[in-house]
């Protein structure tokens, strides 16, 4: 009997470990996607006056240290908007493109 109390006690031990390693690295996980939702809109808006402006004032003078790979795709992704409304607008004149 005292055998099985010993093992009931290990086990449930060896649960209440994996549980509190499995919370802290939620938690971890949830620190992290906290702090790249608190990144994008201050790297989306500097991206948009760079594009808007023509300068080449990006994030990395407005936040030091701070990495933004998606500044190029933000870029390619308006240039092919414009693109976009440019045809659109040609095609609402009745030009033919």
């Known amino acids: 009997m005292s055998e099985q109390i010993i093992i009931a006690a290990v086990a449930l031990a060896g649960i209440a470990l994996v549980a509190l390693v499995a919370l802290r690295g939620w938690q971890g996980w949830l620190a992290l ?6 990144r994008v809109p201050a790297a989306a808006a500097s991206a ?3 594009i808007d402006s023509g300068t080449h004032m990006g994030s990395a003078v407005a936040n030091p240290g701070l990495a933004n790979p998606g500044f190029g795709s933000a870029r390619i992704e308006i240039a092919d908007l414009k693109e976009r409304i440019r045809k659109l607008e040609a095609i609402a004149s009745g030009v033919d493109l």
Do not use: G, I, S, T
């Open 48 to 50: 948009r006056y760079e």
């Open 33 to 38: 996607k906290e702090r790249e939702l608190e």
